[in-house]
């Protein structure tokens, strides 16, 4: 079956993004969604990286990387771009530099995401394209995962409680996993 390493970009409790990403987990019968986590990634220091090497926080995730099929890549957006702390952690999965052809090269990768304003993380999402590009992922342009209003679709507990919004994203993961065995 194929396994798609999941990502969420918030450490929030409730996010969004995170039950997003719980959502498409579940909705994906086609696919093993595995979500990993970037709570543990410290900040990227390049002086830590010479002294200690890679964290064992980022290690998990790069075998994760290694180990799966597709990257599915659940964004906030902050002040119209990528939050830092997601950034950070890819930053982290792309060294040592020599081992991204290994990890990133030709991954399929999908982007979506959730937000509270009407435009649903479109500008974080084109945001993340030149890093995918730079970082040689095979990019799936084809479906689009932009939950907007967030406050409307998800409880207290971010979990996604809408119908229609649950079924675009049954078809969006549908795509995406069709895009990877493609
Ligand atoms: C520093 C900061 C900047 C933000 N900028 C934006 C923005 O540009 N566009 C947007 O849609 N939401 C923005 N928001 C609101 C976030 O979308 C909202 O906090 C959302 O809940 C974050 O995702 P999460 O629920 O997964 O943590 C911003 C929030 C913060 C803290």
Redesign the pocket.
């Known amino acids: 079956m194929t396994t798609i390493l999941g990502l ?5 409790q ?7 990403l719980r959502a498409a987990a579940a909705a994906s019968p086609m696919a093993n969604v595995v979500i990993g986590s970037i709570h543990d990634v410290p900040l990227y220091n390049a002086d830590d990286e010479a002294a200690h090497g890679i964290p064992p926080a980022v290690q998990a995730l790069k075998s994760s990387l290694l180990a799966a099929d597709g990257l599915l890549l ?1 964004t ?6 990528i ?1 830092g702390v997601f950034k950070n952690a890819i930053d982290w999965m792309s060294r040592p530099a020599n081992e991204i052809p290994r990890h990133f090269g030709g991954k399929p990768v999908a982007l979506l ?9 479109v ?2 999402q084109n945001d993340w394209l030149p890093v995918l590009r730079t970082l040689g992922t095979r990019h799936w342009s084809a479906g689009r995962m932009l939950v ?1 209003r ?1 406050g409307t679709v ?1 409880d207290h507990d ?1 979990n996604l409680t809408d119908e229609a919004t649950l079924a675009r994203l049954g078809d969006f993961m549908a795509g995406f996993a069709e895009f990877i065995e493609s």
């Open positions: 969420s970009g918030s450490l929030r409730a996010s969004f993004n995170a039950g997003l659940v906030p957006e902050y002040n119209n771009g939050p995401g959730a937000s509270p304003g009407g435009f649903g993380t500008l974080s907007a967030a998800f971010g």
